[in-house]
């Protein structure tokens, strides 16, 4: 096992690892992000996300700025689901202009307008489909209204590049 020491991203908190092991060799890590989420805790996976993410030595951080629910006119959607489903689509975007993939996004901040538990699926399956087995670490943060009054959700992202 590899022993990494390397600054990780754990629930929306910037954290200095001392020294952990992980089950994959560090040629595996090397150009990738490591997904650590601890057996003594909770496996969030099920619910869209990572307890905490490594980047490798010597990537590169790219901060994607907050990403709504626009279509390509700017218009909104007054429906929740379909703000989440184009911020995601809006979000690949710019990763295709980074040159990225969703498995290189290594943490996300949601930010959901009158948040309740009832939009917890439209998040995760929306998650699920964009990141499949590498789930970032992720916080969600409920807000009584974003930049404009139409916008109902927004994502932004910490991107690890080579």
Same mark, same amino acid.
């Given at each position: 096992?590899?022993?990494?020491?390397?600054?990780f @991203?754990?629930?929306?908190i910037l954290?200095?690892?001392t020294? +952990?092991s992980?089950s994959?060799?560090a040629?595996? #890590?090397?150009? &990738?992000?490591s997904i @650590? %989420?601890?057996q003594?805790?909770?496996?969030?996976?099920?619910? $869209?996300?990572?307890?905490?993410?490594?980047?490798p030595a010597?990537a590169?951080?790219?901060y994607?700025?907050?990403?709504g $629910?626009a279509d390509d006119? $700017?218009?909104?959607?007054?429906e929740?689901?379909?703000?989440? &489903?184009?911020?995601?689509a %809006?979000?690949k975007?710019?990763l *295709?202009?980074?040159?990225a #993939?969703?498995?290189q996004v290594? &943490?996300? #901040?949601v930010?959901v307008v *009158?948040?309740?538990?009832? &939009?917890?699926?439209?998040?995760?399956? %929306?998650?699920m489909e964009? +990141? $499949?087995?590498t789930? /970032?670490?992720q #916080?969600l943060v409920?807000? /009584?209204?974003l930049?404009i009054?139409?916008m109902?959700?927004?994502?932004?992202? @910490?991107?690890?590049l080579?």
């Amino acid at each position: 096992m590899s022993h990494l020491k390397n600054i990780f @991203v754990i629930g929306g908190i910037l954290a200095m690892s001392t020294s +952990f092991s992980t089950s994959t060799s560090a040629a595996e #890590t090397a150009d &990738k992000l490591s997904i @650590v %989420n601890p057996q003594s805790l909770y496996d969030p996976s099920a619910h $869209g996300y990572s307890v905490s993410v490594v980047a490798p030595a010597g990537a590169r951080v790219a901060y994607v700025s907050g990403q709504g $629910g626009a279509d390509d006119k $700017g218009a909104y959607s007054p429906e929740f689901s379909v703000q989440v &489903k184009q911020a995601y689509a %809006n979000l690949k975007k710019v990763l *295709d202009a980074l040159d990225a #993939t969703p498995a290189q996004v290594a &943490k996300l #901040t949601v930010y959901v307008v *009158d948040h309740d538990p009832s &939009k917890l699926g439209v998040l995760t399956q %929306n998650v699920m489909e964009m +990141f $499949g087995e590498t789930l /970032p670490a992720q #916080t969600l943060v409920p807000v /009584p209204k974003l930049a404009i009054d139409p916008m109902l959700f927004e994502v932004e992202a @910490v991107v690890i590049l080579p």
